[in-house]
């Protein structure tokens, strides 16, 4: 938990037309998005029939997930995946935010959702816990931590941030994820007032907003999202360097793979890293 290209491929269901589906799945988007944010309480919570793939996420998280409130649609690395998942499947995708990234987990462990495609990190001790509530997938993603500042902020990690330069600053991080344990365990300890020092966010984007008001120092969170955010049109964020974790990345079932998906994911990214639609796919969102 890198830039964003083209819009995503179009998955064409069996026995569904294209425009009818496209269609569809805008519908089904902007609904499950909004309850996400607590305003489409008539779909959120109401687990869709087996011909349904239901997909939890939690965006912002570029280039992995994000909405793109132009189409209507859900859209990045993970999403586009999460289409060819739910082709092979041979079900049509349906995708539901969840603005709380720890309500996500909790969600696919009690069997809320029959997928996450959320940038999960399936290593370290983050995913030695998350493995006793879900089952995963084959890894598909390698990731390490970003620092992002604000652009005219001329702090810079010397090389690879270590946890003594960042302890002097206040720290933004999300709720949850390995960003937080990360700081957690290795800088609040170096800390004069971790618990002021470190503030902790629900949304991603309300982390970044306050970084670019100036309320935080930092913000630790993945590489790949801190690469986003600070190259976006306007950007007024830098990368002020990383942190190397080797987080491995994979897609959440329920624990147990109660409908036998993991096998079908893990055969969708055999397939796609052998014909190169993995590297089409990673060109067009990292750039």
Do not use: H
């Not at 519908?27 to 607590?38: D, E, H, K, R, S």
């Not at 986003?228 to 624990?255: D, R």
């Amino acid at each position: 938990m890198a830039q964003g290209g083209g819009p995503p491929l179009e998955a064409v269901r069996g026995g569904v037309g294209k425009t009818v589906f496209a269609v569809a799945v805008i519908v089904v988007a902007i609904v499950a998005f909004l309850a996400g944010l607590g305003l489409g309480n008539v779909i959120y919570g109401v687990k869709p029939p087996k011909q349904f793939l239901l997909v939890g996420t939690n965006v912002p998280f570029p280039p992995f997930e994000d909405f793109n409130t132009t189409s209507g649609e859900f859209e990045g690395f993970d999403i586009e995946i999460a289409r060819l998942i739910a082709q092979e499947a041979g079900r049509t995708l349906v995708i539901r935010q969840f603005a709380d990234f720890q309500a996500l987990l909790t969600a696919v462990g009690q069997g809320g959702v029959d997928m996450a495609a959320s940038a999960i990190t399936m290593s370290g001790t983050s995913g030695a816990a998350r493995n006793a509530t879900m089952d995963f997938s084959n890894p598909y993603y390698n990731a390490n931590q970003g620092v992002l500042a604000q652009a005219s902020d001329p702090f810079t990690c010397s090389g690879e941030c270590a946890p003594s330069e960042l302890a002097p600053l206040t720290i933004g991080v999300q709720l949850g994820t390995t960003s937080e344990a990360w700081v957690d365990d290795n800088v609040a300890p170096l800390m004069a007032n971790p618990s002021t020092q470190i503030v902790r966010f629900t949304l991603v984007d309300t982390e970044i907003a306050a970084l670019k008001q100036g309320a935080l120092d930092v913000v630790v969170i993945d590489l790949g999202p801190a690469e986003s955010f600070a190259g976006g049109t306007g950007s007024n964020l830098k990368v002020a360097g990383e942190i190397t974790t080797n987080e491995l990345y994979g897609f959440a079932v329920p624990n147990g793979d109660p409908d036998g998906l993991v096998a079908i994911i893990n055969r969708v990214l055999a397939r796609i890293i052998a014909d190169g639609t993995y590297d089409q796919l990673i060109q067009t969102w990292f750039g």
